[in-house]
């Protein structure tokens, strides 16, 4: 019962701040800084979000990347599909969800069957912990949801 609860306040207070999230200038794959300047590479090789720094960009279909290290950034630059985020960076749990195009916390993300996703995650909700619940569906939805919102 305690989990059910818990899980309606996080769905609560997500669903609040959709609405106010999806008003902000993107800070994802929109054109501008991705990750809010962390480093997509490092998320593989030292599975932990770090922030890159702005001397070590690079672009990619539209995307500014930062990098903590010239080497992360050679690799990104080698094969950028490996590296960059599923559903252009936006949040896993609300693109499964609801299909919506919700910010993230950078330092909040699973890798994948060798795939970099992120999540919304606040002082009171974690949508990667709801994800781990029914992730498989989840997945299924944020697929497809993705593929009818990049045609």
């Not at 890798?111 to 002082?123: A, Q, S």
């Amino acid at each position: 019962m305690t989990k059910y609860i818990s899980n309606f306040i996080v769905l609560l207070v997500f669903t609040t701040s959709i609405s106010v999230q999806a008003q902000t200038e993107s800070r994802n794959l929109d054109g501008q800084l991705a990750i809010e300047g962390y480093d997509p590479v490092a998320y593989f090789t030292k599975n932990k979000a770090m922030k890159g720094k702005k001397s070590l960009k690079a672009d990619s279909n539209g995307a500014i990347y930062y990098f903590s290290s010239e080497e992360h950034k050679n690799l990104f630059k080698e094969n950028p599909e490996k590296y960059t985020p599923e559903y252009g960076g936006w949040c896993a749990y609300a693109m499964g969800d609801s299909g919506e195009k919700v910010s993230i916390d950078p330092e909040t993300f699973k890798i994948l069957d060798g795939k970099l996703y992120l999540f919304y995650h606040t002082f009171f909700s974690n949508t990667l912990n709801i994800w781990n619940e029914d992730e498989r569906h989840l997945k299924q939805e944020a697929d497809k949801n993705w593929k009818k919102l990049i045609r």
